[in-house]
């Protein structure tokens, strides 16, 4: 089955303690994205990927890192975390680019304290 | 950097009828998709239309686009309460862009 698996599903954190959120896609997409989505801010990209070893910011960078060290996998990754992470976080990837239909995982709920 | 905009941001409908959702955009872009989110889920894909195609259509949903009004409308027919959810336009920009920018949805509730 086609999908975008996300881990974990839901984390409970603490300030400061490094944390990796992964996810994998099955479809061979070049395109990889990860979003946050905040109540009454809707979805904004972090960072995105157009392949293998290239990754660029998207609107909402600041203290987060990512890698695409492989095509299938995106691990988003934050070094320091702090209570304004907390958010709802999905990932997603698309065929080609954002041209063609992207496809979502079911999201990591991530709270920090 | 928010590129579309929904309206309404809430919509409250009785089961059977037509649900309308407006999407206005800023600057050119080579598609615009729809996508559905129930509560707290991963976003699902609707339909995706090109900047030349002026309307589409996938089961209950027809989707139109208007370049020279930078805005989208998706309507849903016979609406059903299983069409509770939100519903996002999101758009690419011509010129280069590689990111997809989502709008901040519509809240719609269809009641039985």
């Known amino acids: 089955e086609a999908q975008v698996t996300q881990n974990p599903r839901y984390l409970i954190t603490v300030t400061g303690k490094k944390l990796t959120v992964t996810c994998s896609q099955n479809m061979n997409h070049e395109y990889m994205s990860w979003y946050r989505q905040d109540p009454g801010l809707g979805l904004r990209q972090i960072y995105y990927?157009?392949?293998?070893?290239?990754?660029d910011k998207g609107d909402v960078p600041e203290g987060y890192k990512v890698s695409r060290k492989e095509k299938r996998n995106f691990p988003l990754i934050l070094e320091s975390p702090s209570p304004n992470q907390t958010s709802l976080y999905f990932c997603a990837s698309s065929l080609s680019g954002w041209n063609t239909e992207a496809f979502f995982g079911q999201g990591t709920r991530l709270t920090v304290v | 950097s928010q590129q579309g905009e929904e309206d309404p941001q809430a919509l409250s409908i009785q089961e059977g009828e037509n649900a309308t959702m407006n999407c206005s955009y800023k600057t050119s872009i080579n598609n615009l998709q729809w996508y559905r989110q129930n509560s707290g889920r991963g976003l699902v894909h609707l339909i995706l239309?090109?900047?030349?195609?002026r309307e589409k259509h996938s089961g209950r949903l027809r989707v139109t686009l208007d370049t020279s009004k930078k805005s989208s409308s998706l309507l849903i027919t016979a609406s059903r309460a299983a069409d509770t959810a939100s519903y996002f336009c999101?758009?690419?920009?011509?010129?280069?862009?590689?990111?997809?920018?989502f709008g901040k949805g519509t809240k719609l509730t269809v009641n039985p």
């Open positions: 239309i090109r900047s030349n195609e």
């Open positions: 990927s157009m392949n293998v070893e290239v990754t």
């Open positions: 999101a758009t690419d920009a011509r010129g280069g862009s590689e990111k997809l920018v």
